[in-house]
């Protein structure tokens, strides 16, 4: 049996379904170290609004919760994660691990496990979110060169992530699959059991029955880009001559672009609904009622989760081509389509060549959903244990 161990900022809800299973396997041992346990404010960071997830998040495996002594905790800056602690935990007779898995090198506590794996000889596996899509200057890409050198394997999470770290040096001997992903069988389970709702939800939010309801899930940030989409969607609905009932736009989430997004909408009338900020349990309401996801952010978006879940629930994607699963999820005219980012026009093109292809949806929900299959939590638990039995034998 392997006993390792994995930092996390706090719990997080499409990771727990991932620890549970790892948890279970017969040949590991897992604890989970968590940074801190953020409460409804900062857990609400960049949302909009102040929350804690309605689904539980710390059953069924075993974790600790380190001492966060930062003077202003958080997960969102590099400060904001500081646990010294780590250092005397590995060091402890009682407590050594085969290996340890890191996720990221966002905030101090990920340097300060790295650098305490390294001085009691723990071989330490890193599973983060870096991907080639983001230009960087020469001495940041020195920078990654030599932090990447630390690590013993690499969980990469998809194929722009696995390029990053080519790109910096590691060798594919290194590099193990271990998707990004949510649990699929419960938002496809969801999605299905609320059919008979469809009609309904989408009375209530003010969709006509007829109309072609595109999909943004998410925070109303800069990053996300949502004004990109409501401009596109106003060129569209005034290509359609204002047939209202043709298409329709839901806006799922808060933050603060929301009240911008907002005036454009009711500056023009547009057919537009927000449904505001949706818990995990929620989210359903919105995948159902839609036909396609739209995701159009920048290169901060490293993965874009939001689009398993959608696929997930059968539907299809129109991402930009900055959005870091876009290689993995999206295969043009069979799952989706990809546009280049901040390019209004081309996504205003592939809203109305969708709004008016009903058929052609639904065929590429399904193969969307066919596709998700292939990101699953048994494909991350495979990819870590292949990653730790192959650190332990290079010991």
Not at 244 to 262: A, I, W
Not at 381 to 392: E, H, L, M, R
């Amino acid at each position: 049996m392997y006993k390792i161990g994995i930092l996390e900022t706090h719990p997080i809800q499409y990771k727990t379904p991932w620890f549970r299973l790892l948890h279970k396997h017969p040949e590991i041992d897992l604890i989970v170290f968590y940074c801190m346990i953020p409460d409804a404010k900062q857990q609400g960071e960049g949302f909009g609004v102040e929350f804690m997830w309605d689904t539980p998040l710390l059953e069924g495996y075993k974790y600790n919760v380190l001492n966060n002594i930062a003077k202003d905790s958080g997960t969102e800056h590099f400060t904001g994660c500081d646990t010294p602690e780590i250092y005397n935990l590995l060091n402890s007779s009682n407590s050594r691990f085969d290996a340890f898995i890191i996720n990221g090198w966002h905030v101090k506590s990920c340097l300060q496990t790295l650098w305490a794996c390294k001085k009691n000889k723990i071989p330490c596996i890193i599973r983060g979110e870096s991907n080639d899509l983001r230009y960087r200057v020469w001495w940041k890409q020195l920078i990654h060169r030599l932090l990447l050198k630390q690590y013993a394997a690499f969980l990469n999470i998809g194929k722009s992530n696995k390029t990053f770290y080519v790109n910096n040096g590691v060798s594919e001997e290194k590099l193990f699959f271990a998707p990004y992903c949510i649990d699929n069988l419960y938002f496809t389970k969801m999605v299905t059991s609320r059919k008979p709702e469809r009609g309904n939800i989408r009375s209530a939010w003010g969709i006509n029955p007829g109309a072609c309801t595109f999909l943004f899930c998410g925070k109303f940030i800069d990053k996300k880009r949502p004004l990109d989409l409501i401009q596109a969607f106003l060129l569209a609905y005034e290509a359609d001559n204002k047939r209202s009932l043709n298409m329709h736009l839901l806006m799922t989430g808060d933050g603060e672009l929301k009240q911008e997004c907002e005036r454009l909408v009711n500056e023009h009338n547009l057919p537009v609904t927000f449904t505001g900020f949706l818990n995990q349990s929620e989210l359903a309401k919105a995948y159902l009622v839609a036909d396609c996801m739209v995701l159009p952010s920048d290169n901060g978006e490293t993965w874009g989760l939001v689009i398993n879940e959608g696929m997930a629930c059968g539907l299809p994607a129109i991402v930009s081509d900055q959005v870091g699963s876009h290689l993995d999820l999206i295969i043009e005219n069979q799952t989706g389509a990809v546009y280049p980012c901040g390019e209004v026009y081309a996504l205003f093109e592939l809203l109305a060549e969708y709004a008016n292809n009903p058929n052609k949806l639904k065929r590429m929900g399904a193969e969307a959903r066919h596709r998700i299959e292939l990101y699953s939590y048994d494909e991350v638990v495979k990819g870590t244990i292949d990653a730790v039995k192959w650190v332990c034998r290079s010991i």
